[in-house]
């Protein structure tokens, strides 16, 4: 078991390792600096005192909670990149009732505003992307892509002199009530309570996943979709439950990030949290553990990058590229690993039945 879960890990630390290095040489090619110097700034700026390791627990909240709906559908082996859209949706949902209830104490408004966001984020992976896989082939790629689009500029009719925007000129909503607001944990900073909300999803996912016989289903029917239906699981609607449930969790994040930071929704005011999150999951190899630290990786890489560039003037998109070449060699380490059981597969076919020649 141990084994298996340093095995699980060792590909993504290479992948993040060789990354450094090439961001490194980036650093050292183009801005003629010091990439020592560069990473220190970059760490420091993000781990360095308690409002840096703060702002980074903020933006790592978000990614924690959006990367375990992604690892859900990847471990079901559904490539659900259409999180984003879903966490749109749950940011409308939390804001629209945020705002618009009036009158509840908090301990009844934030669960509900939660529980209705999950609902439109299952709703809105599952529903659509989920039964199109299902009953028609459609791949979860086109459509989920598709629904985020949607989202998005649903959203925009909704703020640009639509239904939800606030009175005046710039295209936002009205600010939600305090009732919907989640408190602040450190003076000073954006860290709210939203911490616990993405601790208690990351215990949730793992006992799904791992210690309930839905979440032995979904992974079977990750690793093979034929075997899982032979053995008697009902492949069509494991599938639409592991989108539904995807989508959840992604319409949490968007809810959290209303609630904890925002206070109310703005024409752009995702910074592609459910992009990253693909990332996220890809890292943490779909582990709910793994999720939480590679969240708090790439968090930091972004709340590092500001004080990185205020230091040394290195280009805070020095970030942007690690991520880039963090999945351009978790893709080479899929690769190398399909084309490796290929080669294993033909040389057990080409191999003398009993030894004999």
């Not at 790629?141 to 009175?167: C, N, Q, R, W």
Request: charged content about 10%; hydrophobic content about 55%; overall charge positive.
């Amino acid at each position: 078991m141990v084994k298996k879960a340093l095995q699980s890990i060792l590909m993504p630390l290479i992948a993040i390792f060789i990354s450094m290095i090439v961001g490194g040489i980036v650093i050292l090619i183009t801005a003629k600096q010091n990439p020592i110097y560069a990473y220190i700034a970059l760490f420091s700026g993000a781990y360095g005192n308690l409002m840096n390791f703060a702002t980074t627990l903020t933006n790592a909240i978000p990614l924690i909670i959006t990367g375990l709906g992604v690892a859900i559908a990847f471990s079901s082996g559904l490539f659900n990149i259409g999180a984003e859209g879903q966490f749109w949706i749950g940011a409308i949902v939390a804001t629209y009732l945020g705002y618009q209830i009036k009158g509840l104490p908090w301990y009844l408004h934030i669960p509900f505003i939660i529980v209705c966001a999950m609902i439109a984020g299952a709703l809105w992976g599952g529903l659509v992307p989920g039964l199109a896989k299902v009953y028609t082939g459609a791949h979860e790629v086109i459509t989920t892509m598709m629904m985020s689009y949607i989202a998005i500029y649903f959203s925009h009719y909704l703020l640009e002199g639509g239904p939800m925007m606030d009175k005046g000129t710039i295209p936002q909503s009205p600010l939600i009530q305090d009732s919907a607001k989640l408190s602040i944990l450190v003076p000073n900073t954006q860290l709210s309570s939203g911490l616990f909300i993405a601790i208690l999803a990351v215990v949730v996912v793992y006992i799904l996943m791992y210690k309930t016989t839905i979440g032995y289903e979904l992974r079977a029917v990750g690793f093979n979709m034929k075997a899982a239906r032979y053995a008697g699981i009902n492949v069509a609607r494991k599938l639409v439950l592991a989108m539904g449930l995807s989508g959840a969790f992604a319409g949490l994040a968007g809810a959290v990030q209303i609630m904890g930071v925002q206070h109310r929704l703005y024409d752009s005011f995702t910074s592609g949290y459910g992009y990253t999150a693909i990332v996220v999951a890809l890292l943490a190899n779909n582990n709910p553990i793994g999720v939480v630290i590679a969240a708090l990786f790439l968090a930091g890489l972004s709340t590092g990058a500001q004080e990185m560039q205020m230091q040394t003037n290195i280009s805070g998109q020095l970030a942007d590229v690690v991520v880039g070449l963090i999945i351009f060699f978790i893709a080479i380490e899929e690769l190398y690993r399909v084309i490796m059981e290929k080669i294993k597969t033909r040389k057990s076919k080409l191999e003398p039945v009993g030894g004999q020649e």
